[in-house]
């Protein structure tokens, strides 16, 4: 059973048209939820963690937030710039289990 | 800091040979993670050190894998006999904590190429 999915798998958006990243979760306890940015050839960025429900971070023109069962990664008026793809995972409160989605390709067109 | 440094960044190797990659943690950070990257499957948890201890390795997929610390600052990720089926990205990461409200600095990554 997948703990994180992910979606949509990829999204094309133009520059400026807002939308959001949808990451489910299925966990027994829900420590954290972190977001990461991955450029082609790099490793993963950390970006943002959340850990309750209704708990919301901002950075630049990427807002996260998190319910019980999902999280939201909101790019508003996005750029070319913001192109890559991003990563959701959750930690669970029973040990130390850690767990990443496959991730949304994200592609803004100028 | 320089980062989370891997080495090589490339690796192309025949089915069977051995493969030895490396990777240099933040200075201070008290975690280490090695991850593996494919398409399909997304990052998957190798294993993970704690002060140069190995903390959980129960997704090493199979004996062919291992894994040391032997300082807090150098660690390697052995594979032996290699197939191609172990092709992929091998991600390096450390951290203060496990998770936490930074969470993991990543290196560049490994692509290895089995043939």
């Known amino acids: 059973e997948d703990q994180v999915t992910q979606s949509p798998e990829a999204l094309r958006l133009q520059e400026g048209e807002s939308s959001s990243l949808n990451c489910s979760y299925t966990?027994?306890?829900?420590?954290?939820l972190f977001w990461y940015r991955q450029d082609p050839g790099k490793g993963p960025e950390f970006l943002f963690t959340?850990?309750?429900a209704g708990e919301e971070k901002e950075k630049e023109r990427l807002k996260a937030t998190l319910t019980k069962k999902e999280s939201f990664l909101h790019i508003t008026a996005p750029k070319p710039e913001d192109s890559a793809t991003y990563l959701c995972?959750?930690?669970?409160?029973?040990?130390?289990?850690?767990?990443f989605g496959t991730g949304t390709s994200l592609t803004v067109i100028p | 800091d320089a980062g989370v440094i891997q080495s090589p960044r490339h690796e192309v190797t025949e089915m069977g040979q051995e493969v030895t990659l490396r990777c240099k943690p933040i200075?201070?950070?008290?975690?280490l993670f090695w991850y593996r990257q494919t398409m399909m499957r997304g990052l998957e948890l190798l294993i993970y050190f704690n002060n140069n201890v190995p903390i959980d390795d129960s997704g090493m997929p199979e004996d062919r894998f291992s894994a040391k610390m032997p300082n807090a600052s150098f660690s390697t990720l052995k594979i032996q006999p290699s197939e191609p089926r172990d092709s992929a990205v091998y991600f390096c990461?450390?951290?203060?904590?496990?998770?936490?409200?930074?969470?993991?600095?990543f290196g560049s990554g490994t692509r290895l190429t089995v043939v």
């Open positions: 995972a959750v930690q669970e409160t029973t040990g130390n289990q850690f767990y």
């Open positions: 959340l850990y309750s």
């Open positions: 990461a450390s951290s203060f904590v496990v998770g936490g409200a930074s969470g993991y600095t």
């Open positions: 966990v027994s306890g829900l420590r954290g």
């Open positions: 200075s201070g950070h008290d975690y």
